[in-house]
């Protein structure tokens, strides 16, 4: 089973911008698509992107449509979601999410992105 790795969370303020990486152990060409979820305390696991990893084809949760990037470099299998323009409602545990062509799935650990007011 593929492990993936996430970083690049951290402390920002509002405003502000971070780039989360996920850096996979597999190749992440063999995966139908790479996915970004969020889990902010209290609150159930949302998702917040997707990237097609054969087509680059991307869609976003509207809440963070316009202000995150995702994208995927499938030669160093790394997986990417740029955030702009951060609000402290982007507060959450960020995982990384590697789908199956059988739509079965594997997670990272979280990395922690927290934007103060």
Known sequence: ???????????????????LVCAASGSISSFRAMRWYRQAPGKQREWVASIITNTGTTNYADSVKARFT?????????AYLQMESLKPEDTAVYYCNAQNY???SSWGQGTQVTVSS
Do not use: H, M, P, Y
Request: proline letters at 0%.
């Open 1 to 19: 089973q593929v492990q993936l790795v996430e970083s690049g969370g951290g402390l920002v303020q509002a405003g502000g911008s971070l780039r």
């Open 102 to 104: 059988n739509f079965s």
């Open 70 to 78: 995702i994208s995927r470099d499938n030669a160093k299998n790394t």
